[in-house]
């Protein structure tokens, strides 16, 4: 089991900029990606950022280079850095890990990022 709890998200205004926090605990050790997924009203949920377990990177089209994806040294702990944010980035997050063998999605509950213009 892992189980994902997502911190940082809040209010912020066009241009400005959040730190998302996602913290991985229980079998850790099994988790071959962890990254980030969006999914705003109406919308389907897509891939904002992921990182494996070797430090590859993988971003979503829509990120243009305003966000960066992380990991603490332990590789416990996934951090999305959000700079200069969009009303279009308004959205609910959710962390995401997937373990390899068998195959399988763990998600965090989300945390809501909202951008005003």
């Known amino acids: 089991q892992v189980q994902l709890v997502e911190s940082g998200g809040g209010l912020v205004q066009s241009g400005g900029s959040l730190r998302l926090s996602c913290a991985a605990s229980?079998?850790?050790?099994?988790?071959?990606?962890m990254g980030w997924y969006r999914q705003a009203p109406g919308k389907e949920r897509e891939l904002v950022a992921a990182?494996?377990?070797?430090?590859?990177?993988n971003y979503g089209d829509f990120v243009k280079g305003r966000f960066t994806v992380s990991r603490d040294n332990a590789k416990t702990t996934v951090y999305l850095q959000m700079n200069s944010l969009k009303p279009e980035d308004t959205a609910v997050y959710y962390c995401n890990a997937k373990r390899g063998v068998p195959r399988r999605d763990y998600w965090g509950k989300g945390t809501l990022v909202t951008v005003s213009s």
């Open positions: 229980g079998s850790i050790a099994s988790i071959a990606v």
């Open positions: 990182i494996t377990s070797g430090g590859f990177t």
